[in-house]
DNA sequence: CTTGAACCTCTAGTTGCTTGAGGTTGTAAG
DNA sequence: CTTACAACCTCAAGCAACTAGAGGTTCAAG
């Protein structure tokens, strides 16, 4: 009968289709230990070896490392308290699975943005893609400094809108190495900075421009989020950046 | 200025996030290895260290490999030859996700089930579980075989209506353990086995079971599908289940 | 009896760190 | 000027879960 058959470790490998060095792995580890012919040393797999490693199988999918499946194996039945061992693996693999959606959802910004732009500085993509990556960190950040709700509201925005501001932000960037030097009252440079604010602005709303300037900004530390987000100008090109603002604020102010 | 400023490694590893043996290790593979100090041996980074980190944390965050990272830190643009190269993580991410959902959806079966039984026979459940595990084997098996149709049909079962059969299943596995050794006639296993069809048949629906009955069902393969499906019954179990079956089968006919 | 596939053991390599031992340097107080 | 102590150094080993390879033995068929 099928129960009483043997198999080599070979056949055993292709049955189950777990590869021969790993069936050694196994052995060596005290998992799954076949019986040996004691003259050759070749291992005999038999029915229950089947099982076992079915039971195995099973508990890797669920996630278990191999040590805690080996502690599993001897268990003749589940019960409420392995439950609750089941519910921890169950959060472990929806943090894992958030991780993963968040960087394809970057690397799908990168596509996007790389696509309709061809050719995009190193610099600038960094900066992009390292302020997806420390997202959370800036929430935190805005949470901690009370302005929850605009944290919120930001991270509503849709895939869309982000994508729509990543190429606001390369188009500016490279306008921007392009005219810097010339003097920051020139009307090309105010004219950047006033497309530049205009997303800006248009990105987060006007509810959110209006909690933004009720806030006193001086009391944060903006030092810590700029650490957070790297800028992909050199200190003249920002410093210079920060005058051409001041400047058209100071010509709007005026009219 | 920002820019001259020299950190220490503790004063960096505060200021970036990653731990120090970390950056020893970057510096031991080459990956970022900051100017020493010649008499002591202290490492000294600056600012630039600032940004390779920044870029290696983004890369990392891509889900490149710290050799790729070693590659892709000297390219000073993202081209389209390296949005490939991002498609191809994009797949990988995909299918790892995917992996992870099946692992997700099927300890939520688990647990519901467990729950809602209490205490189950361990061998009952790890072949649910395996069942799981290799569902995609099944379906590769169905289609193989022509029947197509059927494995899309099953794929589409919602999960209450998977935890539903779990259930069946697990309740009939109960029963019949507890019936074994009576005689198959017995109107009590006739009646399980009255039960146990029905919930298959009501699963399965009605047009499924049409097309079930016109495949010639002895030229598959069976004995490849029913490696993939471990059964929670010992072979005698399985004879008299069997045996069980036939004669509801002919006492149905007969009316 | 020979050939070749299948098997054996043992060692080392993989990735991305982490931990630890044992020793040196920098800094601040007494 | 010592002396404590934190911060740093190097080098080695350990982790998980295998995978790969060398070099030798056994089995099955012809």
């Known amino acids: 009968m099928k129960k009483d058959k043997k198999y080599s470790i070979g056949e055993f490998s292709e049955k189950t289709g777990i590869p021969i060095p790993t ?24 029915y229950q070896d089947i099982i076992t490693l079915q039971k195995i199988i099973s508990l890797k999918f669920l996630g278990y490392s191999l040590e805690k499946v080996a502690n599993l194996l001897h268990e003749s039945s589940f019960n409420i308290d392995l439950n609750e061992s089941l519910s921890l693996h169950l959060k472990a ?40 990556n420390t997202e959370h960190k800036q929430k935190e950040w805005m949470e901690h400094h009370e302005i929850t709700n605009i944290a919120e509201e930001l991270s509503k925005k849709s895939e869309e809108d982000k994508i729509a501001l990543d190429k606001t932000f390369i188009q500016l960037s490279k306008e921007m190495k392009q005219l810097y030097g010339k003097p920051v009252a020139d ?17 987060l709303g006007d509810e959110l421009i209006q909690q933004l300037a009720n806030t006193n900004v001086e009391e944060l530390n903006v030092q810590e989020l700029e650490n957070m987000i790297p800028s992909p100008f050199t ?11 001041e400047c058209y604020m100071k010509q709007t102010e005026m009219e």
């Not at 200190?235 to 603002?245: G, P, R, V």
């Open 187 to 203: 009307s090309k440079v105010q004219e950047m900075i006033k497309n530049y604010l205009e997303s800006v602005f248009s990105f």
């Open 93 to 132: 693999l929806e943090s894992e699975k958030e991780k993963i959606e968040q960087s394809m959802q970057a690397i799908k910004r990168v596509i996007t943005v790389v696509e309709e732009e061809g050719v995009v500085d190193s610099a600038i993509l960094f900066s992009l893609i390292y302020g997806m």
């Open 235 to 245: 200190e003249e090109e920002q410093k210079w950046f920060n005058e051409a603002i």
């Open 23 to 46: 069936l050694h792995y196994y052995d060596e580890i005290g998992l799954l230990q076949p019986e040996k012919n004691p003259t050759s040393g070749h291992r005999i797999y038999n």
